[in-house]
C-alpha cells in the first residue's frame, strides 16, 4: 500500500455541542464512521475555553497537548495537571471527565479506540524513525511542533499533518521538531 499523506489544510473544522471549541478529524476507522460508530478517531481539538468532556462509552482516549499552557483534568473525580506539552495522558471515555484551562487556549491531539475493538498507544519522538505496521495493524504519524520529511518520497509534513500508514507500508522520517506516532493494534476477537 501507498502512505496516506493528510494534509491539515484539507480538515474542516467543526464546533463541539458545548461550543468549548472546535474540532479536526484527521482520520477515522471505518473511512466515513460517524462518532457513533467509529473503531479509531484520531482529531486535533482547539480548545477555547474549559468544560465537560462528551461521553463516549466503551472507548479508550489518550490526550496530548499540542500547544498553550495546558489544562487540569479531573477524571472520576481524580485531578490530573498537563502543563507540559507532548506527554500523552490516557483515560476511559466511560469517566466524568471535567476540564480546566491553565492561562489560556490549547490545542489538543485526541486519539479514542473502541476498547473491544481496538488498542491504541501513542509516542512521543523529536528524532529520526522509521515505522512499519505489522500485519493487521494501522500507524498514524502526525507533527505537533515543526517538521518532519518522509524520506525516499521527498514529502515534507508542516505541522499538524499527517501519514496513514498500513501493513506493508514501510517509511522512514526526518524530524524537525516533534512527531507523535500512533499504533492502533486490534484485539484479539474484536
Known amino acids: 500500500m501507498t502512505p496516506q499523506i493528510l494534509r491539515a489544510e484539507d480538515r474542516a473544522p ?26 479509531w478517531r484520531v482529531s486535533v481539538a ?6 465537560p468532556f462528551s461521553a463516549f462509552p466503551g472507548v479508550d482516549r489518550i490526550i496530548t497537548v499540542a500547544d498553550g499552557p ?6 472520576d473525580g481524580a485531578s490530573h495537571v498537563m502543563d ?13 471527565t471535567e476540564c480546566r484551562l491553565l492561562g489560556g487556549p490549547v490545542v489538543a491531539f485526541n486519539v479514542m479506540a473502541r476498547r473491544a475493538e481496538m488498542a491504541a498507544r501513542v509516542r512521543v519522538v523529536r528524532s529520526d524513525t522509521a515505522v512499519r505496521p505489522v500485519a ?10 515543526g517538521a518532519a520529511v518522509l524520506r525516499g518520497a521527498s ?17 522512514s522520517f526526518g524530524v524537525e521538531g516533534v512527531l507523535a506516532i500512533v499504533d492502533f493494534v486490534a484485539r484479539p476477537g474484536g
Open 46 to 51: 482547539d480548545v477555547a475555553r474549559g468544560g
Open 84 to 96: 507540559a506539552s507532548y506527554e500523552p495522558f490516557a483515560l476511559s471515555g466511560d469517566a466524568v
Open 70 to 75: 495546558g489544562v487540569a483534568l479531573t477524571v
Open 14 to 39: 467543526a464546533p463541539w455541542s458545548n461550543g468549548g471549541g472546535v474540532t479536526s478529524e484527521v482520520a477515522v476507522h471505518p473511512t466515513g464512521a460517524s462518532t457513533d460508530d467509529f473503531v
Open 155 to 171: 514529502v515534507r509534513l508542516g505541522c499538524l499533518d499527517a501519514v496513514l500508514l498500513s501493513d506493508g507500508d514501510c517509511v
Open 136 to 145: 493487521g495493524t494501522h500507524v498514524l504519524a502526525i507533527v505537533l511542533d
